[in-house]
């Protein structure tokens, strides 16, 4: 009989990483502007960067960030367990957070986000799939909507990170102090896992021949053979959507970001706010596209998982023309409204809905059992791709603000536009000879 009531684990696993993407979000958020604005030289004078040097590092980090979850999945599924592998990359992390609210220069921020990037990558592949291995057979029914409220927990974290962090750098102009309430939460989600250790369903960790022999498999070779295809090509979503922390914090700086509700009253963001928009907008489209989107394309098309993915990357694509038209009102000398990304963001958020929501199930989905945070990686490692591809189209192709370069201004923005109808078209036309299937959990796997 399938059951209705979700595993004892979830709610621990819930409020870590609730706090957890807070603590992530926090300090990325404030990122460029920290390297813009306050980075410190040895002696306490200003040494900040560039804002294509800054664009260029953010990404970097973030590429960084989402390349070691590979090394965290192997730590976990051979060696450590799940468990055992986030508590103790945990501390990593929070020892990131601690140098960069310490230290000011480019010595802090290059230990605590190398830090960072261990902790916060390594730990990534392995609460996803820690999630999924809460679920027996008899409750896989409740996996889709798990990993719903999943992602709504990092979206509500985000949000309220991204509204408070960047005021409280401009209010108080204290890094440290920026820096350091994002460390807090981040031992706050340490502690509130660690809470939950005796109500986890744990899988064993396999022995490193075992563990060969499954990658090797018929079924590890089918599972990764099918998803590195779609996941090169989802990389191309993620080269678009991180520069919401990049490329789009700066843009704003040039934009009038007062908001007028409706007559009645009005407010004005600060550039590295307007990304709240993203976590706070996902909060209402994912039921939307749940419950209304999905089943009113379904009346006309046969929706799987990889159209969700092709029509959400015409979207993300769109969403880069409204940037390109502020960009013209800019390089033209105006002050376009915040209006511009807003809608941007709109379109993004759907986008991000139907391509990151639905790649996330598939790398749990099409997994074999011993394999989940190791195929859960190449879904991270797509993400990582995409903020190389964003930072290299930055170093050698150009960017928005500067006047050399093969793109600037609002070409710079229509390119990725033609980069993303491009990977859409490949990816429908992948979607009809795709198959998916669908792992559950068995007794011998659990400790």
């Known amino acids: 009989m399938a059951q209705t009531k979700m595993p004892a684990g979830i709610p621990y696993i819930i409020g870590n990483e609730l706090a957890e993407r807070f603590s992530f979000y926090g300090m990325k958020g404030i990122l460029v502007i920290f390297m813009t604005k306050y980075l410190m030289d040895s002696d306490g004078g200003l040494a900040t960067m560039s804002e294509s040097e800054a664009t260029y590092w953010y990404h970097i980090f973030v590429m960084v960030t989402y390349f070691t979850p590979i090394i965290g999945a192997i730590i976990a599924d051979v060696f450590l367990g799940k468990y055992r592998t986030i508590i103790g990359l945990s501390i990593v992390y929070c020892l990131g957070h601690l140098a960069l609210a310490l230290d000011e220069t480019r010595l802090g921020l290059t230990i605590g986000l190398t830090l960072i990037a261990i902790g916060s990558g390594g730990i990534k592949p392995c609460v996803s799939a820690h999630v999924g291995d809460q679920f027996r057979s008899d409750q896989s029914g409740l996996l889709s909507k798990i990993f719903d409220w999943f992602y709504m927990s990092i979206n509500i974290g985000s949000f309220l990170a991204y509204l408070l962090i960047p005021f409280i750098l401009y209010k108080y102009q204290s890094p440290a102090l920026a820096f350091g309430i994002p460390g807090l939460l981040m031992f706050i989600a340490t502690i509130v896992f660690w809470m939950g250790r005796n109500t986890f369903i744990s899988v064993k960790p396999s022995k490193p021949k075992d563990y060969w022999n499954e990658i090797t498999s018929p079924a590890g070779k089918k599972a990764i053979g099918n998803l590195i295809p779609i996941y090169v090509l989802v990389a191309i979503f993620f080269s678009l959507f991180d520069q919401t922390g990049s490329t789009w914090v700066l843009q704003a700086q040039d934009m009038n970001r007062v908001v007028n509700v409706f007559g009645l009253f009005s407010f004005e963001l600060l550039p590295s706010q307007i990304q709240s928009a993203n976590p706070l907008m996902v909060i209402f489209c994912i039921p939307l596209c749940t419950y209304l989107v999905y089943p009113f394309i379904s009346k006309f098309i046969t929706l799987n998982g990889l159209r969700k993915i092709a029509i959400g990357m015409l979207l993300s694509g769109i969403s880069f023309v409204f940037c390109a038209m502020a960009e013209g009102v800019i390089v033209g ?21 139907m391509v990151s929501v639905t790649a996330l199930g598939f790398a749990y989905s099409q997994a074999p059992n011993r394999l989940k945070s190791f195929i859960m990686s190449f879904y991270l490692l797509a993400i990582s791709l995409g903020n190389f ?37 490949v990816l429908w036309g992948y979607s009809s000879v795709y198959k998916e299937e669908l792992y559950v959990q068995t007794e011998d796997m659990i400790e």
Do not use: D, H, K, R
């Open 389 to 425: 591809i964003a930072a290299m189209v930055n170093q050698f192709l150009g960017n928005p603000y500067e006047e050399l370069g093969l793109l600037t201004g609002p070409s710079y923005y229509l390119f990725f536009t033609g980069l993303t109808f491009v990977t859409a078209f």
């Open 333 to 353: 000398g105006g002050q376009p409204s915040i209006l511009y990304q807003l809608g941007a963001y709109l379109l993004l958020t759907i986008a991000e809905v």
